[in-house]
């Protein structure tokens, strides 16, 4: 039986969060990507608590924005995740790319979040 795309990509996720663990002083920043919407989540693994997120699913960014599924989307939700990281005084993060190559709006993302002062 052939694998499917999402199935493969499900064990590279699952693999990579083998290694990848967040704390609360550099927490886990995933992204998700969907066809119509991206998301950036930190995440303290240590205590299972969600620090921040930022989607395009949010009122003050998601109705700015021409298209939600973009590479300026991306850029716009990697600089806000930023922001709210930097509120709370994260400067560094460890990226989860979940089991997705870093490739296209999860490169962007990232690289927005790098300019906004995160580092990883």
């Known amino acids: 039986m052939p694998v499917s795309r999402a199935d493969s990509r ?63 989307a991306a850029k716009r939700i990697g600089a806000e995740i930023a922001a709210k990281a930097k509120g709370q005084g994260i400067t560094s993060v460890i990226f989860d790319t979940g089991g997705r190559k870093y490739h296209g709006r999860v490169a962007a993302l990232a690289q927005a979040a790098r300019e906004a002062g995160l580092e990883f």
């Not at 967040?22 to 995933?30: E, F, H, I, K």
């Not at 989540?41 to 003050?60: F, P, Q, W």
């Open 10 to 72: 499900r064990k590279r996720h699952v693999r990579l969060r083998r290694k990848v663990t967040g704390t609360a002083s550099r927490p886990r920043l995933q992204v998700q990507r969907t066809l119509h919407h991206i998301y950036a989540i930190l995440v303290d693994d240590a205590n299972g608590h969600t620090l921040a997120s930022s989607s395009t699913r949010e009122k003050g960014i998601g109705s700015d924005l021409k298209s939600k599924t973009n590479l300026e």
